[in-house]
Protein backbone atom coordinates (compact mmCIF):
# COMPACT_ATOMS: atom_id res chain seq x y z
CA UNK A 1 0.00 0.00 0.00
CA UNK A 2 1.43 3.33 -1.15
CA UNK A 3 2.21 5.89 2.01
CA UNK A 4 1.58 9.47 2.21
CA UNK A 5 2.92 11.71 -0.46
CA UNK A 6 3.79 15.12 0.27
CA UNK A 7 4.92 17.68 -2.40
CA UNK A 8 7.04 19.75 -2.56
CA UNK A 9 9.80 18.59 0.07
CA UNK A 10 11.69 21.50 0.52
CA UNK A 11 10.24 25.24 -0.38
CA UNK A 12 12.20 28.15 0.22
CA UNK A 13 10.02 31.71 0.13
CA UNK A 14 10.86 35.38 1.05
CA UNK A 15 8.37 36.70 3.75
CA UNK A 16 5.36 38.12 2.43
CA UNK A 17 5.00 35.72 -0.37
CA UNK A 18 2.45 32.75 -0.78
CA UNK A 19 2.81 29.25 -0.61
CA UNK A 20 1.08 25.66 -1.29
CA UNK A 21 1.52 22.39 0.15
CA UNK A 22 -0.41 19.58 -1.55
CA UNK A 23 -0.86 16.02 0.23
CA UNK A 24 -2.46 13.04 -0.89
CA UNK A 25 -3.21 10.47 2.18
CA UNK A 26 -2.87 6.86 2.10
CA UNK A 27 -6.22 5.15 -0.19
CA UNK A 28 -9.24 4.90 1.96
CA UNK A 29 -8.13 6.95 4.87
CA UNK A 30 -11.27 9.62 5.28
CA UNK A 31 -8.90 11.65 7.94
CA UNK A 32 -6.31 13.75 7.26
CA UNK A 33 -4.14 15.94 9.52
CA UNK A 34 -1.39 18.94 8.57
CA UNK A 35 0.96 19.42 11.55
CA UNK A 36 3.46 22.20 12.16
CA UNK A 37 6.74 21.01 13.63
CA UNK A 38 9.01 23.79 14.22
CA UNK A 39 12.44 22.88 14.69
CA UNK A 40 13.49 21.40 18.55
CA UNK A 41 9.35 21.25 19.23
CA UNK A 42 6.97 18.13 18.31
CA UNK A 43 4.44 18.31 15.88
CA UNK A 44 1.35 20.65 16.55
CA UNK A 45 -1.73 19.93 14.88
CA UNK A 46 -2.81 22.34 12.64
CA UNK A 47 -6.25 21.15 11.11
CA UNK A 48 -7.92 18.15 10.87
CA UNK A 49 -10.33 16.66 8.20
CA UNK A 50 -12.78 13.76 8.01
CA UNK A 51 -13.63 13.34 4.55
CA UNK A 52 -14.07 16.86 3.07
CA UNK A 53 -15.20 18.66 6.38
CA UNK A 54 -13.05 20.35 8.85
CA UNK A 55 -13.32 18.72 12.38
CA UNK A 56 -10.79 20.80 14.16
CA UNK A 57 -9.30 24.17 12.93
CA UNK A 58 -8.44 25.28 16.69
CA UNK A 59 -5.00 25.80 16.02
CA UNK A 60 -4.67 27.23 12.84
CA UNK A 61 -3.72 31.23 12.36
CA UNK A 62 -6.77 31.83 10.16
CA UNK A 63 -5.42 35.07 9.24
CA UNK A 64 -3.10 34.25 6.92
CA UNK A 65 -3.63 29.31 6.69
CA UNK A 66 -5.80 28.06 4.86
CA UNK A 67 -6.68 24.81 4.30
CA UNK A 68 -9.43 22.49 1.81
CA UNK A 69 -9.88 19.25 1.23
CA UNK A 70 -12.53 19.23 -1.73
CA UNK A 71 -13.21 15.31 -3.17
CA UNK A 72 -12.56 13.97 0.59
CA UNK A 73 -9.08 13.13 -1.29
CA UNK A 74 -6.27 15.24 -1.56
CA UNK A 75 -5.37 18.64 0.02
CA UNK A 76 -3.47 21.50 0.11
CA UNK A 77 -2.64 23.76 2.79
CA UNK A 78 -1.96 27.66 1.69
CA UNK A 79 -0.09 30.30 3.77
CA UNK A 80 -0.66 34.03 2.84
CA UNK A 81 1.54 36.05 3.22
CA UNK A 82 4.16 34.22 4.79
CA UNK A 83 6.41 35.28 7.54
CA UNK A 84 9.37 34.51 9.01
CA UNK A 85 8.28 32.16 12.06
CA UNK A 86 6.67 29.89 9.77
CA UNK A 87 9.11 28.69 8.80
CA UNK A 88 8.85 24.45 9.78
CA UNK A 89 8.44 21.18 8.57
CA UNK A 90 4.65 20.91 7.29
CA UNK A 91 3.79 17.01 7.73
CA UNK A 92 0.75 15.16 6.44
CA UNK A 93 -0.94 12.38 8.03
CA UNK A 94 -3.89 10.20 7.45
CA UNK A 95 -6.10 7.62 9.15
CA UNK A 96 -8.75 5.01 8.42
CA UNK A 97 -11.36 7.50 10.49
CA UNK A 98 -10.80 10.02 13.53
CA UNK A 99 -11.23 7.47 16.03
CA UNK A 100 -8.01 4.75 14.65
CA UNK A 101 -5.30 5.14 16.66
CA UNK A 102 -2.90 5.10 14.06
CA UNK A 103 -1.69 8.05 12.31
CA UNK A 104 0.39 7.25 8.61
CA UNK A 105 2.87 10.52 8.50
CA UNK A 106 4.19 11.77 5.16
CA UNK A 107 7.84 12.95 4.64
CA UNK A 108 6.90 16.22 4.89
CA UNK A 109 7.71 19.92 3.21
CA UNK A 110 10.69 21.83 4.91
CA UNK A 111 9.49 25.74 4.36
CA UNK A 112 12.25 28.32 5.02
CA UNK A 113 10.72 31.46 4.91
CA UNK A 114 13.56 34.26 4.28
CA UNK B 1 -6.89 18.14 27.73
CA UNK B 2 -3.48 15.93 27.55
CA UNK B 3 0.00 16.68 27.76
CA UNK B 4 3.42 15.43 27.57
CA UNK B 5 6.30 15.90 28.92
CA UNK B 6 9.90 14.70 27.40
CA UNK B 7 12.07 15.08 30.20
CA UNK B 8 15.14 14.24 27.97
CA UNK B 9 16.19 16.79 25.02
CA UNK B 10 19.22 14.84 23.87
CA UNK B 11 21.02 11.23 24.87
CA UNK B 12 24.08 10.70 23.38
CA UNK B 13 25.34 6.77 24.32
CA UNK B 14 27.80 4.26 22.81
CA UNK B 15 26.70 1.05 20.39
CA UNK B 16 25.27 -1.64 22.56
CA UNK B 17 24.49 0.10 25.59
CA UNK B 18 20.53 0.01 27.10
CA UNK B 19 18.84 3.27 27.06
CA UNK B 20 16.10 4.95 28.33
CA UNK B 21 14.08 7.64 26.74
CA UNK B 22 11.40 9.40 29.29
CA UNK B 23 7.99 10.74 28.99
CA UNK B 24 5.65 11.69 31.42
CA UNK B 25 2.05 12.59 30.50
CA UNK B 26 -0.76 14.97 31.72
CA UNK B 27 -4.89 13.73 31.60
CA UNK B 28 -8.22 14.18 33.64
CA UNK B 29 -9.36 11.17 31.18
CA UNK B 30 -7.80 7.68 30.51
CA UNK B 31 -5.35 7.85 27.30
CA UNK B 32 -3.56 5.86 24.63
CA UNK B 33 -0.18 6.26 24.50
CA UNK B 34 2.66 6.00 22.07
CA UNK B 35 5.96 6.38 20.69
CA UNK B 36 7.03 8.06 17.20
CA UNK B 37 10.72 7.60 15.51
CA UNK B 38 11.48 10.01 13.11
CA UNK B 39 14.63 9.92 11.14
CA UNK B 40 16.68 12.80 9.42
CA UNK B 41 14.60 13.98 6.60
CA UNK B 42 11.34 12.10 7.39
CA UNK B 43 8.01 11.58 8.00
CA UNK B 44 7.34 10.03 12.04
CA UNK B 45 7.06 6.28 12.18
CA UNK B 46 5.07 4.40 14.91
CA UNK B 47 7.12 2.35 17.08
CA UNK B 48 4.77 1.20 19.75
CA UNK B 49 1.60 2.13 21.42
CA UNK B 50 -0.31 1.51 24.81
CA UNK B 51 -3.93 1.02 24.73
CA UNK B 52 -5.21 -1.36 27.39
CA UNK B 53 -4.13 -4.69 28.96
CA UNK B 54 -0.69 -5.14 29.99
CA UNK B 55 1.35 -2.20 30.96
CA UNK B 56 4.61 -3.43 29.01
CA UNK B 57 4.51 -3.13 25.29
CA UNK B 58 6.97 -4.17 22.48
CA UNK B 59 7.36 -2.06 19.71
CA UNK B 60 9.31 -2.40 16.36
CA UNK B 61 13.43 -2.34 16.05
CA UNK B 62 13.71 -3.89 19.89
CA UNK B 63 11.79 -1.27 21.77
CA UNK B 64 9.83 -1.43 24.24
CA UNK B 65 7.67 1.03 26.90
CA UNK B 66 6.14 0.80 30.14
CA UNK B 67 2.91 2.49 31.12
CA UNK B 68 2.83 3.74 34.72
CA UNK B 69 -0.48 5.23 35.55
CA UNK B 70 0.28 6.14 39.05
CA UNK B 71 3.41 7.68 38.18
CA UNK B 72 2.13 8.93 34.79
CA UNK B 73 4.82 7.99 32.45
CA UNK B 74 5.68 5.66 29.75
CA UNK B 75 9.32 5.52 29.55
CA UNK B 76 11.00 3.77 26.54
CA UNK B 77 13.82 1.22 26.99
CA UNK B 78 16.25 -0.41 24.67
CA UNK B 79 18.96 -2.90 26.11
CA UNK B 80 21.31 -2.48 23.40
CA UNK B 81 21.48 0.03 21.07
CA UNK B 82 22.50 0.16 17.17
CA UNK B 83 24.13 3.21 15.11
CA UNK B 84 20.73 2.74 12.59
CA UNK B 85 18.73 3.83 15.97
CA UNK B 86 20.38 7.29 15.66
CA UNK B 87 17.15 9.61 15.02
CA UNK B 88 14.43 11.76 16.95
CA UNK B 89 12.03 10.13 19.57
CA UNK B 90 8.51 11.35 20.10
CA UNK B 91 6.36 10.64 22.82
CA UNK B 92 2.53 11.45 22.13
CA UNK B 93 -0.91 11.00 23.75
CA UNK B 94 -4.65 11.00 22.96
CA UNK B 95 -7.47 10.77 24.88
CA UNK B 96 -9.03 6.56 24.73
CA UNK B 97 -12.00 5.06 24.20
CA UNK B 98 -13.75 6.62 27.46
CA UNK B 99 -12.30 9.81 27.17
CA UNK B 100 -14.46 11.30 25.31
CA UNK B 101 -14.61 12.41 21.54
CA UNK B 102 -11.55 14.68 21.62
CA UNK B 103 -9.24 12.31 19.29
CA UNK B 104 -6.37 14.98 19.17
CA UNK B 105 -2.92 13.56 19.14
CA UNK B 106 -0.70 15.93 21.51
CA UNK B 107 3.56 15.62 21.24
CA UNK B 108 6.14 16.00 23.35
CA UNK B 109 9.02 18.22 22.09
CA UNK B 110 10.98 15.21 21.14
CA UNK B 111 14.43 13.64 22.36
CA UNK B 112 17.28 13.15 19.95
CA UNK B 113 18.56 9.90 20.23
CA UNK B 114 22.95 9.81 19.46
CA UNK B 115 24.43 6.18 19.28
CA UNK B 116 28.23 6.70 19.19
CA UNK B 117 30.46 3.73 18.09
Known amino acids: EAGVAQSPRYKIIEKRQSVAFWCNPI?????LYWYQQILGQGPKLLIQ????????DSQLPKDRFSAERLKGVDSTLKIQPAKLEDSAVYLCASSRDRSSYEQYFGPGTRLTVT | AQSVTQLDSQVPVFEEAPVELRCNYSSSVSVYLFWYVQYPNQGLQLLLK??????LVKGINGFEAEFNKSQTSFHLRKPSVHISDTAEYFCAVRAGRSGGSNYKLTFGKGTLLTVNP
Open chain 1, 27 to 31: SGHAT
Open chain 1, 49 to 56: FQNNGVVD
Open chain 2, 50 to 55: YLSGST
